[in-house]
């Protein structure tokens, strides 16, 4: 399935919903509640059995992934500002805490759920020049330089990636209440 072209057209999430996506261990999707199904304009039929990056939109730098990937494989939850892309090539702007899950008895990891919210706009709007920056350095350095550019970024403003996130998307008890109670219906 080819991805759609972006367009400058932004979906405003209903604050009281949420999205849940679950993958296999690859990212191909197993599930998607049904606000993620009518959000990104696909029926559930093309979601599922697709790979998960079918949504990502091309705004994102590719070390948010790759920061993401080597947090979840390792088995720890991971918060990110993601900006996504729908079918119809809008966008829309989420927090989401990606969780991967182990088989109990050879401890692999067999699935990863991820439990979105809206984002706040001042997270947005805090995280769009970074975003932006990252994606410049990628495209000249490629993905080790905007990896040594953000550690360093964050080592410049004295936190760490967790507490930034934390502080950038405000409420962040709110949040983590949310992603705890997520977390708990969907076991």
């Given at each position: 399935?080819?991805?759609?072209?972006?367009?400058?057209?932004?979906?405003?999430?209903?604050?009281?919903?949420?999205?849940?996506?679950?993958?296999?261990?690859?990212?191909?999707?197993?599930?998607g509640n049904d606000y993620f199904v009518?959000?990104?304009?696909?029926?559930?039929?093309?979601?599922?059995?697709?790979?998960?990056?079918?949504?990502?939109?091309?705004?994102?730098?590719?070390?948010?992934?790759?920061?993401?990937?080597?947090?979840?494989?390792?088995?720890?939850?991971?918060?990110?500002?993601?900006?996504?892309?729908?079918?119809?090539?809008?966008?829309?702007?989420?927090?989401?805490?990606?969780?991967?899950?182990?088989?109990?008895?050879?401890?692999?990891?067999?699935?990863?759920?991820?439990?979105?919210?809206?984002?706040?706009?001042?997270?947005?709007?805090?995280?769009?020049?970074?975003?932006?920056?990252?994606?410049?350095?990628?495209?000249?350095?490629?993905?080790?330089?905007?990896?040594?550019?953000?550690?360093?970024?964050?080592?410049?403003?004295?936190?760490?990636?967790?507490?930034?996130?934390?502080?950038?998307?405000?409420?962040?008890?709110?949040?983590?209440?949310?992603?705890?109670?997520?977390?708990?219906?969907?076991?």
């Open positions: 399935m080819e991805q759609p072209h972006p367009t400058d057209h932004e979906i405003i999430l209903d604050p009281k919903r949420y999205i849940v996506s679950k993958t296999d261990s690859k990212g191909i999707i197993e599930y009518h959000i990104s304009g696909y029926s559930e039929n093309e979601l599922i059995g697709k790979p998960h990056n079918i949504i990502r939109h091309p705004d994102m730098p590719r070390i948010a992934f790759k920061m993401m990937w080597d947090r979840i494989l390792q088995g720890d939850n991971f918060i990110a500002i993601v900006k996504n892309l729908a079918k119809d090539g809008s966008y829309y702007w989420v927090v989401t805490e990606f969780e991967s899950k182990r088989d109990p008895l050879s401890n692999e990891i067999i699935s990863f759920t991820a439990f979105r919210k809206a984002a706040p706009r001042k997270a947005i709007e805090t995280i769009t020049p970074i975003y932006a920056k990252l994606i410049e350095i990628e495209r000249q350095g490629g993905i080790a330089a905007s990896e040594k550019f953000f550690r360093g970024y964050l080592e410049d403003h004295g936190t760490t990636y967790d507490a930034f996130i934390d502080k950038t998307v405000g409420n962040s008890g709110v949040f983590k209440v949310f992603f705890t109670l997520m977390k708990k219906l969907f076991r």
